[in-house]
Nanobody
Framework: VQLQASGGGLVQAGGSLRLSCAAS????????VAWFRQAPGKEREFVAV????????YYADSVKGRFTISRDNAKNTVYLQMNSLKPEDTAVYYC?????????????????WGQGTQVTVSS
């Protein structure tokens, strides 16, 4: 399984970005997909996760109400819509996937990782 994250960029505080995670796997609908982020000098942290059928999205408290995770299994793609961005959202964002119906928030639970996309929010 290969994951390709895209959509990052430079945006002013209060702005929006939409990240995409495209997967090269025929059975994408059987995978849970999560977004993580890592800022310089910090550990990788959980952002959001969506189950195989999109029924149960779950968010970190720091992004709840501002970010929305969704998926289009027909396009093998998961999205992260990020609104009301803050400078503290600045990080490299990674998508990750694991087979199965359960969703997890710990990075070690995920088998497949994308290459990351940089998000920079200026104040």
């Amino acid at each position: 399984v290969q994951l390709q994250a895209s959509g990052g960029g430079l945006v002013q505080a209060g702005g929006s970005l939409r990240l995409s995670c495209a997967a090269s796997v025929l059975t994408f609908s059987s995978y849970a997909v999560a977004w993580f982020r890592q800022a310089p000098g910090k550990e990788r942290e959980f952002v959001a996760v969506i189950t195989w059928n999109g029924a149960i999205p779950y968010y970190a408290d720091s992004v709840k109400g501002r970010f929305t995770i969704s998926r289009d299994n027909a396009k093998n793609t998961v999205y992260l819509q990020m609104n009301s961005l803050k400078p503290e959202d600045t990080a490299v964002y990674y998508c990750a996937a694991r087979s199965g119906r359960n969703a997890y928030t710990a990075p070690y639970e995920y088998t497949y990782w994308g290459q990351g996309t940089q998000v920079t929010v200026s104040s």
